[in-house]
């Protein structure tokens, strides 16, 4: 991820902006982290967040560039775990700065959680949901968390839980028959009751921050539903973080309501390969970071 946003900051004056705003309210050069990353600083999940959320807007200011009409036309959003931020901000739930400030918040408390417990998250690619949870259920052990965490496209469903069985399901889901198997470079297991501890302080900063009624359906990650009520997009960010990412029939979800034209925000390319294993006509453009 090192050099993110970059090109888009030395292209275009208003993703540039981004980066300063969000310098001034994070009390550090983010610029520098993402563009050179000096210390290494985005292996570490306080910074990849802000990072990352600022880096999509910015992409999303290179599309506004690009394609006004676009922008102009969108008729839903939908992002991936802090991904949903970005999706709000766009919808005008949230402003950047008050967003941004939230997703520090969450960054600091996901690091935190994760630092308590020793714990990851690994990706099997070639199985069936159910196939996932029942070598959950054989290889967890007394004390254990071991759960699916983000449904992301048919036959590719990531786990989380601690190492140890991080571990053995690895070697489970190889004798099962699983094409392929990836421990994930983050810092703990997302989407599972370890994240519990940082929930109190996510929803202490959601509490104390003005949100408006989405201007377009916004899909939540949790249940894979619009939600109109602030009230109730402040609850499921809160849960979010300790729920699976219901990210598939989220995809699903507008497939059905007849959205035939995507782009994607932020980098690489992930979620472009996502939608098509669920629809391989659909279009869906990436831009650049």
């Not at 069985?165 to 994930?184: H, S």
Request: some cysteine; aromatic content about 4%.
């Amino acid at each position: 991820m090192v050099g993110m946003g970059r090109q888009l900051a030395e292209a275009l004056p208003a993703a540039r902006a981004l980066y300063d705003r969000a310098g001034a309210v994070l009390g550090y050069d983010l610029a520098e982290i993402c563009f050179e990353d000096p210390e290494e600083e985005l292996d570490s999940t306080v910074y990849s967040q802000p990072a990352l959320f600022v880096t999509s807007l910015a992409a999303l200011e290179a599309l506004r560039n690009q394609a006004p009409e676009v922008v102009e036309q969108c008729q839903a959003a939908a992002g991936l775990s802090l991904g949903e931020y970005t999706a709000l901000v766009f919808a005008g739930v949230m402003d950047f700065e008050v967003a941004l400030h939230v997703v520090q918040q969450r960054a600091e408390a996901m690091q935190a959680a994760s630092d308590e417990t020793p714990s990851g998250m690994v990706s099997i690619l070639g199985l069936e949901p159910e196939q996932v949870q029942t070598l959950c259920d054989q290889v967890r052990q007394p004390g254990e968390i071991l759960q699916p965490a983000n449904f992301l496209c048919p036959g590719n469903v990531a786990v989380s839980g601690h190492n140890s069985a991080c571990e053995r399901i690895a070697d489970a889901a190889v004798q099962a028959g699983a094409m392929k198997v990836v421990p994930l470079a983050v810092a703990g297991a997302f989407h599972t009751p370890i994240m519990q501890s940082a929930t109190q302080r996510l929803a202490d900063a959601l509490a104390g921050i003005p949100m408006a009624k989405p201007r377009i359906p916004v899909i939540s990650n949790v249940d894979a539903c619009p939600h109109d009520d602030p009230e109730d997009i402040r609850q499921l960010l809160v849960q979010q973080v300790v729920s699976p990412v219901r990210w598939e029939d989220s995809m699903a979800r507008m497939l059905r309501e007849g959205f035939d034209s995507f782009y994607e925000l932020g980098p690489g390319r992930v979620l472009r390969g996502l939608l098509r294993r669920l629809d391989r006509k659909v279009s869906c453009e990436s831009v650049e970071c």
